[in-house]
């Protein structure tokens, strides 16, 4: 029994020591590319000039080592502190979204290195240069107000500047730039101050002629009230006049064209008292008329 098992024991013994090599030998062979990464291959240290793609690849066993790249996108952060146009010290805080250029991945290893020497060398000088030029060429205000065209030249400068210098290494067009963000301006306290200061000043002066207009516009209000009562009094009295105007060319008209109305008239003043008259027995006819140029009544005519 022993025997057997010392024979087994001989024979399992090459068997797996044949696995772990030809495990090890396969592992030599084969590599896994990650999503987002591309492979350089580095054969005895020399680097190939093309790139790996994600997935699953042969190589040359114990003689070729691979080393992922990541072209996803990705952020640098920068502060660089400068005077603007208008001699302000302006802090600003930039983040630039960039990725590597993926078929030029071997070449960007091989002369600048991975993603962070990239970052290092090359993306955060070209920020603080590009952002201290162009924030020389705006005041401190045009800085705020004009934020995006700011935004915009640093930009164009980052993309004109990194180029420039990746061109001398052969590797032109290697960052491709995605986008660009001004996170922060940060101004000296005398600036803020006098910021404070100019938008208290500009309130306050909106706030004196919002009133001035309020006020003038009650006054003409008030105005237009009174031009309207005026108005409408001088109807009124113009109307009434006319209706009185029309009321006696009326009545004149009418007397005038019936004379019998003006005896009507006296009749109708007359309080029904005849005058004495001292003499005869004989009531005399009166004339109605002649009763209108009478004295007071009760008056004794003289004989």
């Known amino acids: 029994m022993s025997d057997f098992q010392n024979s087994s024991a001989k024979f399992l013994v090459p068997i797996a020591i ?28 020399a680097v190939q000039p093309n790139a790996l793609p994600e997935g699953f690849h042969f190589k040359k066993p114990f003689i070729d080592a691979v080393q992922q790249i990541d072209i996803r996108l990705t952020a640098s952060h920068a502060q660089a502190t400068a005077a603007s146009k208008d001699l302000q010290s302006v802090t600003t805080q930039v983040t630039m979204q960039y990725s590597l250029n993926g078929p030029l991945a071997p070449q960007i290893y091989q002369r600048i290195g991975l993603l962070s020497k990239v970052s290092a060398s090359i993306v955060e000088p070209a920020i603080q240069e590009c952002v201290k030029g162009v924030t020389a060429k705006f005041t401190a205000e045009e800085l705020v107000t004009k934020r995006e065209l700011v935004k915009q030249q640093i930009q164009d400068a980052l993309a004109h500047f ?125 004339n109605v008329g002649d009763l209108q140029g009478n004295s007071s009544p009760g008056a004794t005519p003289q004989k």
Do not use: C, H, Y
């Open 162 to 286: 990194i180029n420039s210098t990746l061109r001398e290494k052969g590797l032109e067009n290697a960052v491709n730039i995605a986008n660009l963000a001004i996170t922060d301006f940060n101004f000296s306290p005398e600036f803020n101050r006098a910021i404070e200061a100019k938008v208290k000043a500009e309130q306050m002066a909106l706030q004196a002629k919002n009133e001035k207009i309020m006020r003038v516009t009650q006054a003409e209000a008030a105005s237009e009230e009174r031009k309207l009562a005026a108005s409408a009094e001088a109807f009124s009295t113009e109307v009434q006049s006319k209706a009185r105007a029309d009321a006696i060319q009326r009545e004149a008209l009418a007397l005038k064209q019936s004379p019998e109305i003006i005896q009507l008239r006296s009749i109708e003043k007359w309080d029904g008292v005849l005058p004495r008259i001292s003499g005869g027995g004989v009531v005399p006819f009166l």
């Open 18 to 45: 044949l696995l772990v090599a030809a495990f090890a030998i396969f592992s030599s062979m084969t590599v896994i590319i990650q999503s987002g990464n591309v492979g350089v291959i580095s054969t005895l240290g």
